[in-house]
């Protein structure tokens, strides 16, 4: 069993920037891929992120390349997203996944996931 704690949400202004941070419990976390994703109102869960388990590989959609970056520090069982550039479009609440079969930006290939900190992006 794996536990994701999200943390570093907050309210900034547009242009700003913010340090998400997903700590995990439990002995498998550098055996995982970890996700970001991010769910505005009445919108679908949407990809924003991935690393690979020993942080090799990283993956972004275009909506953020450029603006935000993963990392991870399998010694501390934590992964970060870094946000630069903040837009009003980032608001949502932002979500760690951890999955074991690979890097994906599908939700459903995840099966851990944190409670979700709230970004809201003033314009």
């Known amino acids: 069993q794996v536990q994701l704690i999200e943390s570093g949400g907050g309210l900034v202004q547009a242009g700003g920037s913010l340090t998400l941070s997903c700590a995990a419990s439990?002995?498998?976390?550098?055996?995982?891929?970890m996700g970001w994703f991010r769910q505005a109102p009445g919108k679908e869960r949407e990809f924003v992120a991935g690393?690979?388990?020993?942080?090799?590989?990283?993956y972004y959609p275009d909506s953020v390349k450029g603006r935000f970056t993963i990392s991870r520090v399998n010694a501390k069982n934590t992964v970060y997203l870094q946000m630069n550039s903040l837009k009003a479009e980032d608001t949502a609440v932002y979500y760690c996944?951890?999955?074991?079969?690979?890097?994906?930006?599908?939700?459903?290939?995840?099966?851990?996931w944190g409670q979700g900190t709230q970004v809201t992006v003033s314009s």
């Open positions: 690393i690979s388990k020993y942080g090799s590989t990283t």
């Open positions: 439990g002995p498998t976390f550098s055996t995982a891929a």
């Open positions: 996944a951890a999955n074991s079969a690979g890097l994906y930006r599908t939700p459903d290939y995840y099966d851990y």
